[in-house]
């Protein structure tokens, strides 16, 4: 195939047809578009205009039953219940005329009109009075009271050629009680879709989709006419509130919404598909054209390039054919500045672009090494943190073991000093010594107890609802007097009303415990010695803080202070277990401490818990 067929191909592959593609894509996008706003705006229309309609015809109904309501008719003069007919007739334009019937629905007087053509009210036909009478079938409402108004069935008003409904409303209590008849025509209603159409193609129309007829519409001539079988079909078929649909024959977009408290009654919107969607198939006729213009130009400029560009080839191909000989002192001259003077720039870059690409392998090879030697070094820190894990675990272990090992003795040790106490007077010289020796077991004791505690796996903590308030005070029990004595001045700023958190009680006190002891013993050297214990909640938090004026903690031992026998205290102590316990106790409790140290200046524990 000749270059000048395969650019062609090229052409049409590469462009026409892509374009076609995409221009009947936007096409069909924008027609897909175009239908659904239509769709919506139709949807909006017919659902807005239902409940105007609603409310005109409400209007009318409601306004006749509250005027009926303001006479007692029963005991009125003949000349006041015409003059009350006449207050009827003139509640609203679109009332026709306005008739007397007796309980058994029979016409009693004449009814209140106009001629037609005499005013802004409707004409009504004095002939029709019979008629009239029998839209609505008043018996059932002989059991209703005063005012209650209800609707009769739709027929043609003779005059005017509109479609018109009876409504009577009851004028008195009791089953013998006369009502008043109101013919009201649906002429407001027509200026309502008239107005609410505004010119659009397509018919706004108000339908009885019971009777399959249209009541009142946006085109005059289609007024009282039969609803196409297929609407009318699918109007009954789909009970939903507003929906919209498409019919085939003939090829309409109808929205319909029913009418609210108007049984019956729908506002459907109706546009032909083809008027439409006209603009979008008149732009793809354009589309069409402009392609098979653009792929005539596309053929004549083809032909003229592929000329050019076969001369231009063969000197390229000549200097091919010479570095295929090896002489490759051979340059390739191709003048102009596109592709093709690119090709024989780089043949005669050859050499050089091989020497670069070995020089790139080699940086890769290097950069693989870098990130090898980095991974390795990952590997051997996750390794040394794995191992001192073991080293703490292993530990944790032989103090569980040395713990076990002492408890035993030291028991007989504490209650062996005990009988003695008990067996002597406190002014005996050796009391003292016995004294000393069972506070040693003890704090020996508690220093097994703290081991066993962080090495041995702890029971389940009971947790519950705890008073933040009352552990503090509880705490301040044990260790105010003791620190009162060391010039410690201590402040607590409780928030009122307490905050209940959920942990286990005793546990807490621990940590409580442990965090006064070790900011007791941080501020043994400093001159001002100020502890405050403050309590609050945040975020669905409570938290309690524990903040002195001590030496702080360095930077470099602040991420090893939760670990266990790791102490900092200048006076040995508890062997560093305290906040190993309070971190595990604060944990199961499902909290966090936080921890805000400044050297020289103090340091402030945060423990937050949730709340109860």
């Not at 409904?165 to 009791?174: E, I, M, P």
């Not at 008239?194 to 019971?210: F, T, Y």
């Not at 043949?347 to 090898?372: I, P, T």
């Not at 940590?511 to 501020?523: G, Q």
Request: with cysteine; aromatic share 4%; proline share 4%.
């Amino acid at each position: 195939m000749r270059l000048y067929q395969q650019l062609i191909l090229f052409m049409l592959a590469a462009t026409v047809l892509p374009l076609a593609a995409v221009g009947f894509m936007l096409l069909s996008r924008a027609e897909a578009e175009l239908t659904e706003r239509i769709v919506s705006e139709q949807r909006v229309l017919a659902e807005a205009t239902a409940e105007s309609v609603s409310v005109e015809l409400m209007k009318t109904v409601d306004a006749l039953a509250r005027s009926a309501e303001l006479f007692n008719w029963e005991s009125i003069t003949p000349e006041e219940f015409q003059g009350g007919l006449q207050l009827l007739y003139g509640q609203s334009p679109a009332v026709s005329a306005v008739l007397h019937l007796d309980a058994q629905g029979n016409p009693r007087g004449t009814p209140v009109f106009q001629q037609f053509g005499e005013g802004e009210h409707p004409g009504f036909d004095p002939s029709a009075t019979l008629a009239l009478a029998q839209a609505v079938p008043v018996q059932s409402l002989r059991r209703g009271n005063k005012g209650q108004a209800a609707l009769g069935r739709v027929y043609a008003h003779a005059p005017s050629g509109r479609a018109a409904v009876a409504v009577a409303v009851k004028l008195a209590d009791g089953e013998d009680s006369p009502f008043a008849l109101a013919e009201v025509v649906f002429s407001d209603l027509e200026a309502l879709l008239a107005r609410r159409a505004g010119g659009k193609p397509g018919q706004l129309e108000l339908v009885d989709s019971s009777a399959g007829r249209i009541l009142a519409s946006s085109l005059p001539e289609r007024r009282l006419q039969s609803l196409e079988a297929p609407l009318a079909a699918r109007l009954v078929s789909d009970d939903a509130q507003v929906r919209s649909f498409r019919l085939d024959a003939p090829a309409m977009r109808v929205s319909a919404a029913r009418v609210p408290k108007v049984p019956g009654f729908e506002v459907v919107v109706a546009v032909d598909e083809g008027v439409a969607l006209a603009p979008v198939r008149a732009m793809r006729r354009t589309v069409l054209v402009s392609i098979g213009g653009a792929f005539a130009v596309l053929l004549g400029l083809g032909a003229l390039y592929t000329r050019r560009l076969n001369r231009r080839l063969s000197e390229v191909v000549a200097g091919a054919e010479a570095f295929s000989r090896g002489e490759l002192e051979r340059r390739v001259t191709v003048q102009g500045d596109d592709e093709l003077s690119d090709l024989a720039a780089t043949f005669n870059r050859m050499g050089s672009e091989l020497e670069s690409a070995r020089a790139r392998m080699l940086r890769w090879n290097d950069e693989l090494k870098a990130r090898v030697d980095e991974a390795t070094a990952e590997l051997k820190a996750a390794q040394a943190q794995l191992l001192e894990a073991h080293k703490l675990a292993a530990v944790g272990q032989l103090g569980a073991g040395v713990a076990h090992e002492i408890n035993n003795p030291l028991a007989g040790i504490l209650g062996n000093t005990q009988l003695l106490m008990l067996d002597r007077d406190e002014k005996d010289p050796d009391f003292d010594t016995l004294r000393k020796i069972e506070l040693s077991a003890k704090r020996c004791k508690e220093i097994t107890q703290n081991l066993l505690r962080f090495s041995q796996q702890r029971a389940k903590p009971e947790l519950r609802s705890v008073d933040l308030n009352a552990v503090i005070r509880d705490a301040l029990t044990l260790t105010e007097n003791q620190m009162t004595g060391e010039g410690i001045v201590l402040s607590t700023e409780l928030v009122c009303p307490p905050v209940r958190v959920k942990a286990d009680p005793g546990h807490l006190s621990q940590v409580v415990l442990a965090l006064l002891s070790n900011a007791r013993t941080a501020m043994l050297k400093t001159p001002t010695k100020r502890l405050t214990l403050r309590t609050g909640e945040r975020d669905g938090r409570g938290f309690l803080e524990v903040e002195d004026t001590g030496k702080g903690i360095a930077p470099e031992h602040r991420s090893r202070i939760f670990e266990p026998f790791f102490t900092t205290k200048d006076v040995w102590s508890n062997v560093g277990l305290g906040l190993s316990v309070a971190w595990r106790v604060v944990s199961e409790a499902g909290g966090s401490i936080e921890l805000r140290t400044e050297v020289g200046q103090g340091t402030c524990f945060t423990v937050w818990l949730p709340k109860a």
